[in-house]
């Protein structure tokens, strides 16, 4: 679901045209947006409070075959989420989850490099402290 929601709306359309015809989809819940609450806490562990909003995408659908997949995303994409939600369906159903896995491995390809440069360009910022004994014991 974390590579459905961080996909492109391009590389979903992209990804449920190669899967050939899609099942009937019902929608359960119409694709829509709105904010959800983002929270923190103080230190990473401390007492929690509200950070700010994010505006989130959701859709909810069904598969003619029975299977329900949702998406959550940020953003006002609507039409990628729903994309991603019959993703999801068509990814509970086992005689096509291989070839959803498969039509996902560009993005998760994709994602990885992408996560690989944040993590060299944070690693190029890092600082080595050090203590100089100075031997006046």
């Not at 909810?60 to 999801?88: K, M, N, W």
């Amino acid at each position: 679901m974390a590579v459905l929601a961080r996909a492109d709306r391009d590389e979903l359309a992209a990804i449920l045209d190669r899967l050939g015809p899609v099942p009937p989809v019902t929608d359960l819940r119409q694709p829509e947006t709105g904010l959800v609450m983002l929270r923190g806490r103080t230190g990473g562990e401390g007492a929690p409070f509200n950070l700010g909003e994010a505006t989130v995408s959701r859709a909810a659908v069904r598969i003619a075959s029975g299977e329900v997949g949702f998406c959550y995303r940020l953003g006002r994409d609507v039409h990628a989420a729903r994309a991603a939600a019959i993703l999801d369906a068509l990814w509970q159903d086992g005689q096509r989850r291989g070839a959803v896995e498969a039509a996902l491995a560009p993005v998760r390809a994709r994602l990885a490099a992408e996560e690989g440069q944040v993590r060299s360009e944070t690693a190029a910022t890092k600082v080595d402290f050090f203590t100089l004994v100075r031997g006046e014991d």
